[in-house]
């Protein structure tokens, strides 16, 4: 079944725990560390030394990687160029998918290794400094973790506002935006992979001492803020596009607040500690504010086309609950950024530099004006029920790669001298 070692962290462990993690558009909540292990001394009798060898190169340079890449996911900079013109991310991005073949040999059905070896990470939102496990599909899961917050860490970089030579302010470009969009629907794929291929590979006793870092709960979260973060990408294509209609843009706000909603619930019951954890709630509970303010924002406009006194009415109460929900927004934000470590917003851009501008105008406006036209009654109803969208965005469909050709040249040696 495995063992597992929870380190506590009052313990004196590595754990990075920076006073400021700087400009943020995407938050990483979860970049956990890989310690080096000795395979050798694990399943060095078990296996030939050159599969030894190569398993555990593949896992230092893992290591190795994951340790300077770590402070670059956690202080939002500008994507780190390496000798090969890509990036430090990219790199390690690469290292994670040709060690996971190799590693996915060890847990093949028959054979007796899956559990020989105690697989030890660093944790960021989990009050346990670091947790080991003997079972390779923690391992497994560690990995796939890694990878999607690799792709938030990429995202984060592309969407930070840069400036140009037009005397414009600092904006991202759609080509950015488009590309975000992909790397968010990777990183929901690789989350999705998880929940569906290795968790249930991981027996009931050894889930509930899994780490909150990898908590099926802060999993679907993180994968479902990956999707709310593409759809709000859309939204701000859509609104600068001129051929996008309010009924496109009402739509994709209001998917975008059940994806948040449903982020929000799925981590509203995860014991999350200060700190890593608390920020994590607070992002999402911002976000959901924000996808509100947008749904209501549109539809109120939506409703306002229509001919009678009740559809007025009901515009107005529509962008009254906007302007309420785009008030709590920025202290929810303010609560977010203040949260240890601290963090700062970029210069506004995209859907919420929009709508901070026109949700005011448009809610006083609306209220002025039904005022004038209708009797000194509560003008300001009780805000309508947001219309229910399906959800269209989906997790890339990532799948498990197959385990390494190695592996199988070991199988038919080990039959050839039976």
């Given at each position: 079944?495995?063992?597992?070692?929870?380190?506590?962290?009052?313990?004196?462990?590595?754990?990075?725990?920076?006073?400021?993690i700087?400009?943020?558009?995407?938050?990483?909540?979860?970049?956990?560390?890989?310690?080096?292990i000795?395979?050798?001394?694990?399943?060095?009798?078990?296996?030939?030394?050159?599969?030894?060898?190569?398993?555990?190169?593949?896992?230092?340079?893992?290591?190795?990687?994951?340790?300077?890449?770590?402070p670059?996911?956690?202080?939002?900079?500008?994507?780190?160029?390496?000798?090969?013109?890509?990036?430090?991310?990219?790199?390690?991005?690469?290292?994670?998918?040709?060690?996971?073949?190799?590693?996915?040999?060890?847990?093949?059905?028959?054979?007796?290794?899956?559990?020989?070896?105690?697989?030890?990470?660093?944790?960021?939102?989990?009050?346990?400094?670091?947790?080991?496990?003997?079972?390779?599909w923690?391992e497994?899961?560690?990995?796939?973790?890694l990878?999607?917050?690799?792709?938030?860490?990429?995202?984060?970089?592309?969407?930070?506002p840069?400036?140009?030579?037009?005397?414009?302010?600092?904006?991202?470009?759609?080509?950015?935006?488009?590309?975000?969009?992909?790397?968010?629907?990777?990183a929901?794929?690789?989350?999705?992979?998880?929940?569906?291929?290795?968790?249930?590979?991981?027996?009931?006793?050894?889930r509930?001492?899994?780490?909150?870092?990898?908590?099926?709960?802060?999993?679907?979260?993180?994968?479902?803020?990956a999707l709310?973060?593409a759809?709000?990408?859309?939204?701000?294509?859509?609104?600068d596009?001129?051929?996008?209609?309010?009924?496109?843009?009402?739509?994709?706000?209001?998917?975008?607040?059940?994806?948040?909603?449903?982020?929000?619930?799925?981590?509203?019951?995860?014991?999350?500690?200060?700190?890593?954890?608390?920020?994590?709630?607070?992002?999402?509970?911002?976000?959901?504010?924000?996808?509100k303010?947008?749904?209501?924002?549109f539809h109120?406009?939506?409703?306002d086309e229509?001919?009678?006194?009740?559809?007025?009415?009901?515009?107005?109460?529509?962008?009254?609950?906007?302007?309420?929900?785009?008030?709590?927004?920025?202290?929810?934000?303010?609560?977010?950024?203040?949260?240890?470590?601290?963090?700062?917003?970029?210069v506004?851009?995209?859907?919420?530099?929009?709508?901070?501008?026109?949700?005011?105008?448009?809610?006083?406006?609306?209220?002025r004006?039904?005022?004038?036209?209708?009797?000194?009654?509560?003008?300001?109803?009780?805000?309508?029920?947001?219309?229910?969208?399906?959800?269209?965005?989906?997790?890339?469909?990532?799948?498990?790669?197959?385990?390494?050709?190695s592996?199988?040249?070991?199988?038919?040696?080990?039959?050839e001298?039976?």
């Open positions: 079944m495995g063992c597992f070692v929870s380190t506590p962290s009052d313990t004196g462990g590595q754990r990075r725990r920076p006073g400021s700087g400009e943020v558009v995407v938050y990483i909540p979860g970049f956990r560390i890989p310690k080096s000795d395979f050798t001394q694990s399943i060095g009798e078990s296996l030939p030394k050159n599969l030894i060898d190569r398993i555990s190169g593949l896992r230092t340079r893992v290591v190795v990687m994951a340790a300077q890449e770590s670059i996911a956690s202080k939002s900079r500008r994507r780190t160029a390496t000798r090969h013109g890509g990036s430090s991310s990219d790199d390690l991005l690469q290292a994670l998918e040709e060690y996971l073949p190799v590693l996915l040999g060890l847990g093949e059905d028959g054979r007796q290794l899956r559990d020989k070896v105690n697989f030890v990470w660093l944790n960021q939102e989990d009050a346990a400094e670091e947790t080991g496990m003997s079972n390779v923690y497994v899961l560690s990995v796939l973790h990878m999607a917050m690799l792709c938030l860490s990429q995202a984060n970089s592309l969407l930070m840069k400036s140009y030579s037009d005397g414009y302010q600092p904006r991202v470009s759609e080509e950015s935006r488009r590309n975000s969009v992909e790397i968010f629907l990777k929901s794929g690789y989350l999705d992979c998880a929940i569906r291929q290795v968790l249930p590979q991981i027996g009931n006793d050894m509930r001492e899994l780490p909150v870092d990898l908590a099926e709960g802060n999993l679907r979260a993180i994968s479902l803020q709310g973060q759809v709000d990408l859309q939204l701000g294509m859509a609104i596009s001129p051929k996008a209609t309010l009924a496109v843009k009402r739509r994709l706000a209001c998917e975008m607040v059940k994806y948040w909603q449903q982020a929000q619930d799925n981590i509203a019951g995860l014991p999350l500690q200060d700190g890593w954890g608390k920020k994590h709630q607070s992002f999402v509970k911002w976000k959901f504010l924000e996808s303010a947008a749904a209501y924002y109120g406009l939506i409703l229509g001919n009678t006194e009740k559809s007025h009415r009901a515009a107005a109460a529509a962008l009254h609950a906007s302007e309420e929900f785009l008030r709590e927004s920025k202290k929810a934000s303010d609560a977010f950024h203040s949260t240890s470590p601290t963090s700062r917003s970029p506004l851009w995209g859907s919420m530099k929009y709508l901070s501008e026109k949700i005011p105008k448009e809610a006083s406006s609306k209220v004006i039904n005022r004038d036209l209708y009797s000194q009654e509560s003008v300001i109803d009780t805000a309508p029920v947001l219309p229910d969208f399906p959800l269209a965005l989906k997790p890339d469909d990532y799948q498990l790669p197959q385990a390494d050709l592996w199988k040249r070991e199988n038919k040696q080990q039959q001298n039976l």
